[in-house]
Nanobody
Framework: QVQVVESGGGLVQAGGSLRLSCAAS????????MGWYRQAPEKQRELVAS???????RYADFVKGRFTISRDNAKNTVYLQMGRLKPEDTAVYYC?????????????WGQGTQVTVSS
């Protein structure tokens, strides 16, 4: 089985920063993709930033220039450095990992971490 665990959420004032971490562990050969998504109340879950195994990154327009995704391959961990936070960034942030096991790809989600930005 595979576990995906997020951490680092919390309450921050507008203009502040937070760093989220997402660690994948368990039985798999490699990690193909890790991404951060968020879901605000009564809204659909949306992509924030992602990174493939080859290092290709993708950002939502609403975070470009403010958030940075990075990874530590040795720890199977991806980070989301969030800066210049806005109240509209308030949401539950989820991590998705796509891992490779026995030649097949499997998708796993973390439980989410709350980020609240006060004005």
């Amino acid at each position: 089985q595979v576990q995906v665990v997020e951490s680092g959420g919390g309450l921050v004032q507008a203009g502040g920063s937070l760093r989220l971490s997402c660690a994948a562990s368990g039985s798999f050969y490699s990690i193909d993709y890790m991404g951060w998504y968020r879901q605000a109340p009564e809204k659909q879950r949306e992509l924030v930033a992602s990174m493939t195994s080859g290092g290709t990154t993708r950002y939502a327009d609403f975070v470009k220039g403010r958030f940075t995704i990075s990874r530590d391959n040795a720890k199977n961990t991806v980070y989301l450095q969030m800066g210049r936070l806005k109240p509209e960034d308030t949401a539950v942030y989820y991590c998705k990992a796509i891992v490779v096991r026995s030649g097949l790809k499997y998708q796993y989600w973390g439980q989410g971490t709350q980020v609240t930005v006060s004005s």
